[in-house]
């Protein structure tokens, strides 16, 4: 099969046909094509095995239901943290020669700012441009540095919306992403507002099945190197927590436009406080370490 002369407006009239079937914004299908496209061309470069993805693109990875759109991709780097090196290697990313997809990445248009929202956290905001045809599409790559992933990160495929070729890339276990939530819960306490964390750790948990003494370790580790504290017990899983935590629920649950999600936080904090505490009570008192949790659980 020829592939057709205009490419781009040939991927802008599938990526339109696509919404239109999936009754989705073209502004969303648009961006994940570009982040998987971006995807494919760190999976060929020389830079590989210097980046780990994490975050919302991982539920993609795992095949959950694409309730959560993101507009930036989360990675690890086992790099140097100086932003002159990870621009280079940007760079260096973007220029990768890979199979016409339509995309044009444009290198000199990248920028990088040292991300500061939370003192701890060590990292660097990557942005650049890409465009398809005309159409300009505004990339972002938030770079973490020093988190520790256990079990340790192993090549996945990403899916992609066409018939392209597959991005395989180094990505983060699913105990380490969970563990890493819990630590933010804890660490925020009631100033917690990221109910998208509560929302990812009550699906997972009703997706997967867990081995007890993998995600415990995935927890300790984080909080170890984190510098928190495991409880004896989380704060948001308690009454205050959750009836002053209603409001931001049910404003995050309606931004999802979706029946899968229960409308009570009372119900996803319950849910998380059946997997999530006899973990950390183990874990805190030294007890035996609860064996098996097979979706959607109880543990054995």
């Not at 539920?59 to 621009?87: A, F, H, N, Y």
């Not at 170890?224 to 308690?238: C, D, S």
């Not at 995050?252 to 973990?279: H, M, N, Y």
């Amino acid at each position: 099969m020829k592939s057709p002369k205009n490419i781009p407006a040939s991927v802008h009239a599938r990526l339109l046909n696509r919404a239109k079937k999936d009754q989705r914004p073209f502004s969303e299908l648009l961006q994940y094509y570009a982040m998987e496209r971006f995807l494919y061309r760190l999976s060929r470069s020389p830079h590989a095995d210097r980046f780990i993805l994490k975050g919302a693109l991982m539920l993609r990875v795992w095949r959950l239901p694409e309730l959560r759109p993101t507009k930036d991709i989360d990675m690890l780097g086992k790099t140097s943290d100086e932003e002159t090196d990870i621009i280079q290697r940007v760079a260096d990313i973007l220029g990768t020669n890979v199979e016409p997809d339509g995309l044009a990445f444009d290198a000199n248009s990248i920028q990088s700012e040292r991300i500061t929202e939370e003192a701890d956290y060590k990292g660097i905001r990557i942005h650049f441009l890409c465009f398809l045809g005309a159409a300009k599409i505004n990339m972002q790559i938030d770079v973490a540095f020093g988190d520790v992933v256990y079990p340790e990160p192993e090549k996945l495929d990403f899916p992609v919306m066409m018939n392209s070729s597959v991005p395989r890339l180094l990505c983060y276990s699913i105990e380490s992403s969970i563990a890493e939530k819990l630590e933010a819960m804890v660490k925020l306490g009631i100033l917690n507002s990221r109910m998208k964390d509560f929302y990812d750790i009550w699906t997972l948990s009703r997706r997967f099945d867990f081995v007890g003494t993998k995600l415990a370790e995935a927890i300790h580790k984080t909080f170890k190197h984190r510098g928190t504290e495991v409880p004896l017990a989380i704060e948001a899983f308690n009454k205050d927590f959750i009836e002053r935590k209603k409001a931001q629920w049910s404003a995050f649950r309606e931004r999802l436009q979706t029946d899968q999600v229960p409308t009570s936080f009372k119900e996803v904090a319950a849910g998380l406080d059946v997997f999530i505490t006899p973990i950390i009570a183990a874990i805190s008192s030294g007890t035996p370490i609860p064996k098996e949790w097979t979706a959607p659980g109880p543990w054995i």
